[in-house]
Structure formats: C-alpha cells, structure tokens
C-alpha cells in the first residue's frame, strides 16, 4: 500500500483544522483507495467521492485539499475557492500537481505517492519547503545580492562581467535628462497605437487579453507588449554610452539587431524562464566564451519588485547550465528551478548589458502602471536570428 507524503504541505495535514481530504473517484486510472489510505496515515480524513457526492463534499467547511485525475472535469470544480488547494494527478510523475488556479496559494506545489527523502522533496519543490518543526512559504532559493554583480562603467570591466556571469548591471550609466525624452517620445507612440487599435473592428485593447502582432507592436506575453522605438529614440542609441562595451564585446563592425521598448502592463504575469538566443554549436562540450549577441536593457522609468524586474540566473550562457535549469523546470514542473537567481531593477539611468544566451524572465507587474523598458539587441556582423520578430502587417499609416 502506498503512504503519501505531503510534500511542503506535512504542516498542513496534521494542523487540528481543517483535516477533510477530498478524494475525486473520476474515470480515470488512480487508486483512489490507495491514496486514501495514504492522507490518513499523514492525519487527515479521507473522503472518497464519486460524481454524485462531489458537489456536497466539497461544500463542508473542513476541506484541507482536494485530489482529482488530471483531465476530471465537474460544476463543483470550476467553482472551487481557489485558496482550497485542488491537485491533479500527473501520471507520468506518480505525483499530484497544484492546479494552477490554486498556485496563489500556500500549498505545496507536488504531493507524491511515495515516502520521499528530503532531497527529493527539495528536487520537486524548490529550496523553501514545510516540515512540521519549520512551516515556511514555498519559493525559490535566496536571491544572488544585486551588489555583487554591480560594475564600474568603464567598457573592459562590463565585458569581463558579462563574458564571466553573463550578465552584468552598471549603475547611473545613462543621461537622467536624455532618458526623460526617450520616455515622451515612447509615450506618444503608445497612446497612438492604443488609439490604432481601438479603431479596429472588434477593438483591440492593451490589456494584455487581447492577442496581436503588428509591423509596430506585438503582444509577446500575457500582458508583455514589444514596441518598435521610433526614429528620435534611434538617434540617442547611436551614440548610446554602453557602444565602447559593446565593442569590446561583439567588435567595432558589430550591427544593431533589434531595437525596441518592451512594455508591461499592470497585472502582467511572469514570464517563462528562456535564452533569447541559442548557442551556435549546440550539444557540444566547448563553450564560447565571447558571445554573439549581446542585449542592453534601459529603464525608462524606475523598476522595482512590484512594477517587475528582470530576473537572471548567472552562470547559465554555459549551455551545461541552461541545460540543468530547463531539464528540472521539465523533470518537477516547477516554475522556479532551485538555482538562486538574480532580479535587476534599476532606476532610470542604469543599464543592464546581458549575453542573450543567458536564461532570463520578465517578473509579474503588481504595480499599477505600465512599465517600459528599453530592449536594444546587438550582433556579430555575421549573425542572423532566423526569426522575424515583427510581421510586415501595419497599424500605424
């Protein structure tokens, strides 16, 4: 008989209130007698429904979690607290998964079949789990300290950070005074193009529902919108005070690959953890250590925990690492690898320079207004990305 361990969630399960498990007889291949027989030796109540109780079950007051198949489908479901953890089942990992309605909430992220060891239940969870001695919230592991990845501005000591770590941040790089007018200019051309798309029939809107691609603008992500800069922006950026590390970087006859200012709205969500750009000779044990294509990103307003960083994991331009990283996210399905991160903020006036083949996300915007950064990309004269990042179709006239 298999027991169930409660992975992150043990505190959970022998706390006095609530001790109900519901546990969703579907048409589906679970043991359900197993896993009930596992909840209970953990100190909770196993309740093993079928589709005509389900409804009532899950109407008691007393409801710890509820286990279902993965594809079970139910009224009673859809219309669940999402603060009442639902897991489904993933066959394939012999493992319960948080339904992502309920990852807002405190519960762990995978519940497994099997008695594990702490080091397996660290692989599947993260760094940050409960046990009965040490509740605690679910994260990722600590934060890598901004300050020790802060460079002088001079062109040799970023090229030597950004080839080291594949990132570096350099504070106060950017004229304050400069930047203001990018700002203007990257304003009008928002409220143009929200003005363009609101005339389309249906109207589209930014709000990071509607879904688009334009020759100016396209909605990347939930929320994460790629706007083409405009020609006054493009000036500033020829003679832009990161050129000389980008030189020493990618060399003098190094080309602009794109330039533009992403921006995301309030209520934006996370990204997914990707590399811009691939290695050029993939699954092979050589690292190049100059890279190919190098991007800068420059706020245009003052980035924080709230309105969403960029979060980096250094180290990971090595292909060896990028490989662990996305092989767990893969392997655990958890959205934050165990790997310590990075996030960079910055205020306007400071720059971040990164290889594109380091592993990088955009963070959630709680804020409540949009936050807009600029995103210029530079290669090797040689290089080509083999994607086309913007379509032909136009908005603007």
């Avoid at 709000?207 to 000036?235: L, Q, T």
């Avoid at 290695?279 to 250590?289: E, G, N």
């Avoid at 190098?294 to 994991?313: H, K, M, R, S, Y």
């Amino acid at each position: 008989m298999h027991r169930l361990a409660l992975l992150l969630g043990t505190a959970l399960a022998l706390a006095p209130a609530p001790r109900r498990a519901v546990v969703y007889r579907g048409e589906e291949d679970i043991d359900v007698d197993a896993v009930a027989a596992s909840l209970q030796s953990r100190g909770l109540e196993p309740d093993v429904v079928d589709v005509d109780r389900l409804a009532a079950a899950l109407a008691q007051p007393d409801v710890a979690a509820i286990y279902a198949g993965r594809y079970a489908s139910h009224e009673a479901l859809d219309a669940l607290d999402q603060t009442k953890p639902l897991y489904r089942y993933e066959k394939s990992a012999g493992a319960f998964k948080l339904d992502r309605r309920c990852e807002a909430s405190d519960a762990p992220k995978w519940v497994s079949l099997e008695v594990e060891s702490e080091e397996k239940c660290l692989e599947r969870n993260g760094w940050n789990f409960l046990t009965p001695e040490e509740p605690a919230t679910w994260g990722a592991p600590p934060c890598l300290d901004v300050e020790e990845f802060v460079v002088d501005k001079d062109a040799s000591s970023i090229r030597d950070a950004v080839i080291e770590h594949g990132v570096a941040f350099v504070r106060d790089m950017v004229d304050k005074e400069t930047l203001a007018r990018c700002a203007a200019v990257v304003d009008d051309r928002w409220a143009a193009v929200e003005a363009a798309l609101g005339a389309k029939t249906p109207p589209l809107l930014l709000n990071g529902i509607d879904r688009f691609e334009f020759n100016e603008i396209v909605h990347r992500s939930d929320g994460r919108f790629d706007m083409k800069v405009p020609d006054e922006v493009r000036k500033f950026l020829d003679s832009a005070p990161w050129m000389p590390a980008i030189h020493k970087l990618l060399g003098p006859d190094c080309v602009s690959l794109y330039d533009s200012c992403i921006i995301s709205v309030p209520g934006a969500k996370t990204q997914d953890m990707h590399c811009d750009n691939g290695h050029l000779f993939p699954h092979t044990d050589v690292h190049i250590a100059s890279p190919h294509c190098v991007t800068v990103i420059c706020p245009l307003v003052d980035v924080d925990a709230d309105n969403g960083p960029t979060e980096f994991w250094p180290g990971s331009h090595y292909e060896s690492v990028a490989k662990e990283l996305f092989e767990e996210r893969a392997r655990t399905g958890a959205h934050i690898p165990s790997k310590s991160s990075l996030q960079l903020a910055g205020s306007v006036g400071d720059a971040i320079l990164f290889d594109t083949r380091t592993v990088h996300r955009g963070m959630a915007n709680s804020g409540t207004a949009k936050r807009p950064i600029l995103y210029i990309a530079y290669a090797r004269p040689w290089y080509t990305e083999g994607t086309k990042n913007f379509p032909d179709e136009t908005l603007l006239s």
